[in-house]
């Protein structure tokens, strides 16, 4: 081997690891994406349930 292909980066034989680890949460976070947005729409439909059955309750004595 040369000297340039026995090179290592900053992290010395750890740089293929964190490589692989970071792109493996990616895929895993572009997996998980539709079931996250998916959770955040339920999140937003029971708050909003709940702020119009608030109002509803406060409405109630102005009847």
Request: aromatic share 14%.
């Amino acid at each position: 081997m040369t000297a340039p292909e026995r090179f290592e980066a900053k992290n010395g034989p750890f740089t293929n690891f964190f490589g692989m680890y970071c792109g493996n949460a990616d895929a895993t976070a572009k997996g998980l994406e539709p079931y996250f947005n998916g959770l955040l729409r339920a999140n937003l439909e029971i708050f909003s349930l709940m702020s119009r059955r608030a109002q509803a309750y406060v409405a109630i004595p102005q009847r």
